[in-house]
């Protein structure tokens, strides 16, 4: 109906524009469980609701309309949505997955997957060959999630994805970090993409929410079974609050981009930098992959500090952005990987995949980012400042 407008328009005039029985211009919430039936042969289109719920038919035909696929599915979490998917996997099945995975989906596979007879290989997904190496019979799934957090490597959709059509194997993508407005996984020859729309989807910090879009018909059914057996659909009024954070999706992100920007060029020059983690950078080693498969670098970037000390007068003496776990929101937040995110990890291996003590992670919100700037170059100084005393004393 509306396929020729472009993103920015199509996350505003959609399928669900309008309610049809009042004209309203917000999707009604219907928070009814059961759903009265006049025929005793047969039912009406809703009969129960975990089964099928209008105000979530509405978010899961908008996303599936957004990543140009045939259908989609609202979950209670971006961790139920996973879960859920892996769930089309069967005994004995081996999935081959990124190694800097979110920890969430880390100890899915490693902790319960396994206890179903599901095997799993980690391996660098940059690495075409490292990929090849990992594959074996009764590989079923390749699992992508790019940018990865919070080292912020690239993946190439294509490439994996044609590798696993080789193979017969399925490619899902979690696409959390840069949403269908910059990336379209599908559209690159992935199966399933998969978001945690508690981030940027929803991007007020105040849902949790998973969705899932399946681009063949016949999986879609698959996927709609187990949504249905296994139940973790998202409540309506989540599904109402995610429908509001889409619509204007693409100018938060689009501001949050430009920050990111910004600030990476700001930390890139700093002193007390080691590095900078930011696919939107020309030195970034995936940058070319980047831009041939999204439309940027994203608005989450990672910073590693000189050493530990100095990070931690820097967070200490930091004021605009939220101290937090989480990504994806209107305000900014800065998060430390290694008590946070990545705390599970033993230190050596965590070290080793450049998540140091030393590195930060930020997801760059809505505020000015000459103010940000100000506020990190004022931290920064503050840090420089007191550990020359630190050193003297
Ligand atoms: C947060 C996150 C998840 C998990 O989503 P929840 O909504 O917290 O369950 C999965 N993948 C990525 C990349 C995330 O950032």
């Known amino acids: 109906m509306s396929n020729h407008y472009t993103f920015q328009t199509h996350l505003l005039h959609n399928q669900h524009k309008l309610d049809p029985t009042t ?100 391996v660098d997904m940059t690495d075409l060959e490292a990929v090849k190496k990992a594959i074996r019979p009764n590989t079923k799934l390749f699992y992508v999630e790019t940018p990865s957090n919070p080292t912020l490597k690239v993946t190439d959709i ?32 992935a199966d399933i993409v998969l978001h945690s729309a508690t981030k940027f989807l929803s991007g ?25 057996s296994f139940g973790a659909v998202l409540g309506p009024q989540d599904s109402w609050l995610v429908m509001r954070g889409l619509k204007t999706l693409h100018v938060r992100l689009e501001q949050s981009v430009k920050s990111a920007m910004k600030l990476a060029n700001f930390f890139q020059d700093h002193p007390l930098i080691n590095q900078v983690y930011y696919p939107g950078l020309e030195n970034h080693p995936q940058f070319d992959i980047q831009q041939r498969q999204a439309e940027s670098g994203g608005a989450v970037l990672s910073f590693d500090l000189l050493n530990e000390d100095i990070m931690r007068t820097f967070v200490k003496n930091v004021k ?14 800065l998060s430390y990987p290694a008590k946070m995110s990545h705390a599970a990890m033993p230190e ?7 998540i140091t003590n030393s590195l930060l992670r930020l ?10 700037i100000k506020d990190f170059s004022d931290a920064l100084d503050e840090a420089k400042r007191s550990n020359l005393i630190y050193d003297r004393g």
Request: proline content about 4%; aromatic content about 8%.
């Open 23 to 122: 004209g309203a211009v917000s999707v009604p919430v219907q928070h009814a469980s059961t759903f009265h039936q006049s025929d005793i042969d047969s039912f009406g289109r809703y009969d129960y609701a975990r089964s099928g719920n209008p105000t979530r038919e509405a978010l899961e035909d908008i996303i599936a309309e957004l990543e140009e696929g045939t259908r989609g599915f609202a979950f209670s979490s971006g961790m139920a949505a996973i879960s859920t998917a892996f769930m089309l996997l069967s005994q004995n099945d081996h999935v081959v997955i990124t190694e800097d995975v979110y920890g969430g989906t880390f100890r899915m596979v490693s902790q319960v997957l396994v206890r179903f007879g599901i095997s799993h290989t980690f």
């Open 348 to 354: 050596e291996e965590r070290v080793q995949r450049g």
């Open 320 to 333: 605009i952005p939220v101290f937090a776990v989480s990504l994806g929101a209107v305000e900014s937040i």
């Open 363 to 372: 997801s760059v919100g809505l505020e000015n980012p000459d103010d940000l």
């Open 158 to 189: 294509k490439a994996i994805s044609e590798l696993a059509k080789e193979h017969d194997a399925l490619v899902f993508v979690d696409n959390t970090f840069l949403t269908p407005a910059h990336q379209k996984p599908l559209a690159l020859g």
């Open 204 to 228: 007020h910090s105040d849902v949790v929410a998973g969705l899932a879009v399946v681009k063949d018909p016949e999986l879609a059914q698959k996927l709609y079974f187990l949504q249905n």
